[in-house]
């Protein structure tokens, strides 16, 4: 025997049913508590309370924009005010020559990869979708940071004065690669959060 589809149950409900099924849905129990089944999810749906977003959310926006562009402007703040001193130390110390430069510049670069690092670590990486591509490119960009560290590490058992030059160019290279994920991050946030 044939039962009623929800279509024709739907039908029945709506008064617009065949006369066929009003019949099967007179004769068919099966097909009779079903669609009273149907009139009870109806009037259970009827039932819950309307949700009504709030009348003004522009000052809840305003507020978020605000703290976003004054986290910004102190992150790169922190930059400046780490590679001005460094640029100082460098220039007012007398005496300490090219080995005084590259450990400013050493410094400096120590200073911004510390403050990419803790940028990283206050973004919320758990949170944001990535596509196949950007998963591929963090992936690729970590994988030649921890490169990097490991040849810090290597070169930290050398003699200070005899790897300077090399520690300066591994931290610049270790931060260009931070700026790098850095970038990738900021962009996918961006485009995944329109």
Known sequence: MMHCTMDDLLALRAGEASVWARRHAEDCAACRAELDALYQRVAQLKALPALHPPRDRWSIVRQASRTERNRRRRTWGG?????????????????????????????????????????????????????????????????????????????????????????????KQRVDLMRQLVNVRISTARYVGL
């Open 79 to 171: 930059w400046g005010l780490a590679a001005a001193a460094a640029l100082a130390g460098a220039l007012l110390v007398p005496g300490l020559g090219s080995n005084g430069t590259l450990r400013a510049e050493l410094s400096m670069a120590k200073n911004q990869s510390a403050t990419l690092d803790d940028q990283l670590q206050n973004y919320d990486v758990d949170g944001r979708v990535l596509t196949g591509r950007m998963a591929a490119k963090v992936a690729e960009l970590e994988d030649r940071i921890a490169v990097v560290d490991g040849d810090l590490a290597r070169r930290g058992t050398l003699k200070p004065r005899a790897q300077d030059a090399e520690l300066v160019q591994l931290w």
